[in-house]
């Protein structure tokens, strides 16, 4: 195995902790094959190169070793669910310049897995971090997200909490099961209100982001209270609530961390 493999393998093993199984069959195909590639087809060796060449400057830095896990983690799950992505067919890589190498300078996909690779060294909440890895996956297969876009985007997956990703998803399904809030009203839930103060200073946090809108009060109780208790029926995920969930590929988040999350929004009146 060539030393550029060694590197490879090298990050994607410090990531087992994380990944589980994921790692092996990652690094699974990186052997496979006269080439080694991560990514199969046609559009695979410039991908693959990508990884590759980030992935051998990243080895060559000093990290603590628990960096060393999530570094390899993002960087995983990036490789995993773009290898699914583009091997079901719903998606393909995007035909712009984002791969493409500049007159000066590095192409603006090394530096948004750059960016992905170091908000991960940094996550301390490390359930956050295959979700950062979802990020870059989705982010090359989609050309409406602009080099800025996406760092606005790794800035903002950076600032959240976990259990902030949770309340997204949790709206998510929350619009899915009736946009019109018919839903709340059939099974008496129209009085139900967010009550805990942590919770509600979350989606305070993300209501002043953009990520949720809060329906204003008329009698404009709690307008400027950021502690006064949330109506489940006034809250709601926003446009770009719903492109934060989908470029994170918030849907993955597991039912037995959203189950808590759940309990502490149906606080009764």
């Given amino acids: ?30 052997v496979a094959g006269p080439t080694g590639a991560i990514i199969g087809g046609t559009a695979g060796p410039i991908v693959t190169r990508t990884f590759k060449r980030l992935g051998e400057e990243i080895m060559q830095r000093i990290f603590g070793p628990r960096e060393e896990v999530r570094i390899g983690a993002a960087y995983t799950f990036a490789i995993q669910k773009l290898q699914e992505d583009l091997a079901t067919g719903d998606k393909e890589l995007r ?8 007159q000066s300078g590095r192409p603006t996909a090394e530096e948004i897995l750059e960016g992905v690779i170091l908000t991960a060294q940094r ?31 790794i800035k903002t997956a950076s600032s959240l909490s976990f259990r902030q990703f949770g309340i997204l998803a949790s709206l998510r ?14 099974f008496g839930l129209s009085n139900r209100s967010i009550q805990n103060g942590d919770i509600i200073a979350e989606i305070r946090d ?17 307008i400027n209270d950021n ?9 709601n995920i ?19 961390d959203l189950a808590p999350l759940a309990q502490l929004m149906l606080t009764a009146d």
């Avoid at 035909?95 to 500049?102: A, H, L, R, S, T």
């Fill in 1 to 30: 195995m060539t030393k550029k493999k060694d590197a490879i393998k090298n990050l994607i093993d410090a990531s087992a902790d994380i990944t589980g199984a994921v790692g092996g069959g990652v690094i699974g195909t990186l």
């Fill in 227 to 235: 502690t006064a208790p949330i109506e489940k029926k006034d809250i």
């Fill in 123 to 153: 996550e301390y909440e490390e359930r956050k971090v295959p979700f950062l890895g979802y990020l870059y996956a989705n982010i090359c297969t989609n050309a409406k997200i602009s080099r800025e876009h996406a760092n606005q985007l």
């Fill in 173 to 186: 399904q929350k619009k899915e099961k009736d946009d019109d809030l018919t839903f709340m009203l059939t």
């Fill in 206 to 222: 993300l209501q002043q982001r953009g990520l949720v809108t809060l329906a204003l009060l008329t009698n404009g109780t709690g």
């Fill in 95 to 102: 035909e712009d310049d984002f791969f493409q190498q500049p």
């Fill in 238 to 256: 926003s446009s770009s609530g719903l492109m934060f969930y989908e470029m994170l590929s918030l849907d993955r988040i597991a039912a037995s």
